[in-house]
């Protein structure tokens, strides 16, 4: 390797753990004030471990509000959401990849024109309808859209379309030959090869679900009901700017999806990368 390009990509490592780091400093902030003393959250330097380290935000935390119940809340809607997402996606994927018809290339190109579309545009109309049939203040309007393919569930049917195209057709047929139906091949051929986009789409929809604050914020107005971003925007107004608590409450808002990112991380990147961009 010569010197220019050694230093070339020298400066480009550099650049990138810079910014990284510029990245990561609110996460560590807010994870080491975590277990600070209250007093000691806003000291100077910022960055600087807890000492001692202590867990009175956290029990403050749970003092004050029904964490317990924000917590299940948010993992009944995100869990059901990311089932409503993997049963649209693998569907609707698997009909345009191998189902033929007339005019399937023009819904293919409408589906994907949707996701131009801001959220905020049909948000208005949404509501509306919602509240016509009884839909406001129950999680309805947070799940059952994942299912029928629409809440932002149309990158999914991207890429699984994309994955259904790039398995050989040859499987199918062979399949086919030894008296398989359509269905039994979806299930016990198709849907075991698209393992690495199963869980990719699975870990890209429970993110979105369990940090999405602005559906639960317009259509749940029981705080009985609330998920965790909306609790944890709530508390600070409810309670005051109590720092200490707030930041135990982001800590474990965040401990959920950093373990299944980890968890599923190897899948996770092998699935974006065997996502072909086939047509």
Not at 123 to 147: M, R, S
Not at 170 to 181: F, K, L, M, Q, R
Request: aromatic share 16%; hydrophobic share 55%.
């Amino acid at each position: 390797m010569s010197f220019r390009r050694y230093f070339t990509k020298t400066v480009m490592y550099v650049i990138l753990v810079f910014f990284g780091m510029l990245f990561l400093l609110p996460f560590i902030w807010m994870l080491l004030g975590a277990f600070k003393k209250p007093d000691a959250i806003m000291t100077i330097p910022p960055i600087s471990f807890p000492h001692p380290v202590t867990v009175v935000n956290f029990k403050q935390a749970f003092q004050l509000a029904p964490i317990t119940r924000y917590y299940f809340n948010s993992l009944v809607v995100s869990v059901l959401s990311t089932v409503g997402a993997l049963f649209s996606a693998t569907v609707v994927g698997y009909g345009f990849a191998r189902l033929q018809g007339r005019g399937k290339n023009v819904l293919f190109f409408i589906a994907l024109s949707s996701m131009m579309i801001p959220a905020q545009v049909t948000l208005f109309p949404q509501y509306l309808l919602y509240y016509k049939i009884g839909w406001v203040n129950t999680y309805l309007p947070l799940i059952i859209p994942t299912f029928l393919g629409v809440s932002g569930t149309t990158l999914f049917i991207f890429l699984m379309r994309q994955f259904f195209l790039s398995i050989p057709k040859e499987i199918e047929e062979a399949a086919a030959i030894d008296g398989c139906s359509t269905l039994s091949t979806f299930f016990r051929i198709m849907l075991p090869l698209t393992k690495p986009a199963l869980i990719t789409v699975a870990l890209f929809e429970f993110v979105f679900s369990w940090n999405d604050f602005f559906g639960p914020l317009i259509y749940l107005n029981n705080s009985n009901l609330y998920t965790l971003p909306v609790a944890v925007a709530t508390f600070s107004s409810e309670f005051g700017l109590e720092l200490g608590p707030l930041l135990a409450m982001s800590v474990l808002a965040l401990v959920p999806v950093l373990i299944l990112f980890f968890i599923g991380q190897r899948m996770f990147v092998q699935g974006i990368v065997t996502t072909g961009l086939k047509g």
